[in-house]
């Protein structure tokens, strides 16, 4: 964990969080010319906690290889902050993340009802070592490659919001 978040990115992180923030949830995604696959606008709505049960404001609570998640209330939604670490030069030719600006500010935003006159697509191009940060609540998607080259990032979700006391989130690591 040293070698992904060190002294550098930690520096950035507190600029931009404070100190309150901690690890929620981590993924390694690594998308190959060989198995590649299109990702429609969504938002990320879930998070993983460590066990189902009854809980006013949680719900559509799903199970994928022995982990539970759960769309929580709004409010730690909006606490959530992405980070994503490039491994590799991303842009519209290998599946860089289109995103729509602003997007998170209109909480839950259906993907079926973006109104194409109004809203407009941006491409987030990162170049290999570079970061990028956004909340989950922003409409995002991504192509598939065309450049027959591999796109891998590291995306680790961050939290200054503890759940209630009969819940925990699934991964929760202090970084500072």
């Not at 009854?54 to 929580?72: D, H, I, R, S, Y």
């Not at 860089?96 to 407009?120: C, F, G, M, Q």
């Not at 941006?122 to 598939?144: A, E, T, W, Y």
Request: overall charge neutral; proline content about 5%.
């Amino acid at each position: 964990m040293d070698t992904i978040l060190n002294d550098n990115l930690k520096n950035v992180l507190k600029q931009l969080l404070g100190n309150k923030y901690f690890i929620v949830k981590s993924i390694y995604f690594d998308k190959p010319p060989s198995s590649n696959w299109y990702v429609s606008y969504h938002q990320d709505l879930t998070i993983s906690v460590d066990k189902k049960l009854e809980l006013e404001g949680f719900e559509c609570w799903t199970t994928k290889q022995n982990q539970f998640a759960v769309q929580p209330p709004l409010c730690i939604l909006q606490s959530v902050v992405t980070v994503r670490i490039h491994l590799d030069d991303t842009n519209e030719s290998n599946g860089a993340l289109k995103v729509i600006p602003n997007s998170h500010l209109k909480e839950i935003y259906r993907p079926e009802t973006i109104d194409w006159t109004v809203e407009n697509e941006v491409s987030c191009n990162i170049s290999k070592g570079g970061i990028m940060l956004m909340k989950p609540l922003l409409l995002h998607s991504s192509g598939r490659t065309t450049n027959n080259r591999q796109r891998r990032v590291i995306h680790i979700e961050f939290s200054n919001q503890e759940l209630p006391t009969v819940l925990n989130w699934a991964e929760r690591i202090n970084f500072n």
